[in-house]
């Protein structure tokens, strides 16, 4: 691979950038409801990267003709198809989560949640 090479590969920056993002969310938001959000940013780019690598370019559906024709693989977009609903899946129900915790405690902050936790199990604040 030349640095020429590497405009061409524009579906894999945007793979990393939106890993990279979602990874950023999940990991500086205190907010349940932004986590989520970002992992599902995060699901997305590994989506994106599965179809990227199934794609052959001048590849056609695995369809038989007779000819001799180069074929991309249908596999990994079948595979991302059932991942999509897995993951949307997954999505409602760390929502409704969230909404149970927010019943709960009546916040969906990370540091309230913890702190109220901790003052029901050991009965005062938490000390620094």
């Not at 640095?3 to 894999?12: K, Q």
């Not at 938001?29 to 989506?47: A, D, H």
């Amino acid at each position: 691979m030349t640095p020429a090479d590497i405009p061409g590969l524009y579906n894999y920056w945007v793979v990393i950038l939106l890993m990279m993002v979602g990874l950023y969310i999940v990991v500086s938001r205190g907010n349940l409801v932004k986590k989520i959000v970002g992992l599902v940013v995060f699901q997305s780019s590994m989506f994106l990267l599965y179809i990227s690598m199934g794609k052959i370019i001048g590849g056609t559906a695995p369809i038989l003709t007779g000819r001799p024709e180069i074929f991309s693989n249908p596999l990994p977009h079948v595979l991302i198809l059932t991942a999509i609903v897995v993951g949307i899946s997954t999505t409602a129900l760390g929502l409704a989560l969230v909404v149970r915790i927010g019943d709960a405690y009546g916040t969906i902050e990370e540091d309230e949640i913890t702190k109220a936790d901790h003052e029901a199990e050991f009965g005062g604040p938490e000390t620094p």
